[in-house]
T-cell receptor
Framework: GNSVTQMEGPVTLSEEAFLTINCTYT??????LFWYVQYPGEGLQLLLKATKADDKGSNKGFEATYRKETTSFHLEKGSVQVSDSAVYFC?????????????FGKGTKLSVKP | DSGVTQTPKHLITATGQRVTLRCSPR?????VYWYQQSLDQGLQFLIQYYNGEERAKGNILERFSAQQFPDLHSELNLSSLELGDSALYFCASSVGGQGALGTEAFFGQGTRLTVV
């Protein structure tokens, strides 16, 4: 079945450090890939997405590229801020499936220190 | 604010009891999705409704049921509650249903259920 594996956290970085959170997936066909962010006490918010191979999703300085050959969708940011502290979830939806019917990774908690 | 409203925000109940969680989707959204977030299982998709009809089913227990009403709000009913049902339950909504690529799902803030 479809699944998402993302790096275990927590990840602690200093402000302005480079961030990478690894995400790999297993899926049949051509899934759409997502990164969601959950700030403390809040629901999930879509951070970025990519719907086909080689697409790059980007938002708020975060980027991720859909790599079909390595079945990966790693999240990167060049310079993190304290306000980026949150839990980040990689997710996929199956080909032809609704974008609300998501399979999530276990989440990676990011803490950014001043 | 995502536009998705969930009530109540917190719920504490005893084992064996039954509770109902409510979700009002964003205006115009026809699909509603329910998720369970627990420490051990992570975020798990439970069920989807589209315009009043069940569209997709995930890891939903038989003790749990859901429905979507003509005004498009949805309720998740959890019965014969066990300690392990303690979790954060999220509702999400989107404009489209299956195959509706390009339509984002918006999440509510969740209902935290504690079973004691």
């Amino acid at each position: 079945g479809n699944s998402v594996t993302q790096m275990e956290g927590p990840v602690t970085l200093s402000e302005e450090a480079f961030l990478t959170i690894n995400c790999t997936y297993t899926a049949t066909g051509y899934p759409s890939l997502f990164w969601y962010v959950q700030y403390p006490g809040e629901g999930l918010q879509l951070l970025l997405k990519a719907t086909k191979a080689d697409d790059k999703g980007s938002n708020k300085g975060f980027e991720a590229t859909y790599r079909k050959e390595t079945t990966s969708f790693h999240l990167e940011k060049g310079s993190v801020q304290v306000s980026d502290s949150a839990v980040y979830f990689c997710a996929l939806t199956s080909a032809g499936g609704s974008q609300g019917n998501l399979i999530f990774g276990k989440g990676t908690k990011l803490s950014v220190k001043p | 604010d995502s536009g998705v409203t969930q009530t109540p925000k917190h719920l504490i109940t005893a084992t064996g009891q039954r509770v109902t969680l409510r979700c009002s989707p964003r205006s115009g959204d026809l699909s509603v999705y329910w998720y369970q977030q627990s420490l051990d299982q992570g975020l798990q998709f439970l069920i989807q409704y589209y315009n009043g009809e069940e569209r997709a089913k995930g890891n939903i227990l038989e003790r749990f049921s859901a429905q979507q009403f003509p005004d498009l709000h949805s309720e998740l009913n959890l019965s014969s509650l066990e300690l392990g049902d303690s979790a954060l339950y999220f509702c999400a909504s989107s404009v489209g249903g299956q195959g509706a690529l390009g339509t984002e799902a918006f999440f509510g803030q969740g209902t935290r259920l504690t079973v004691v």
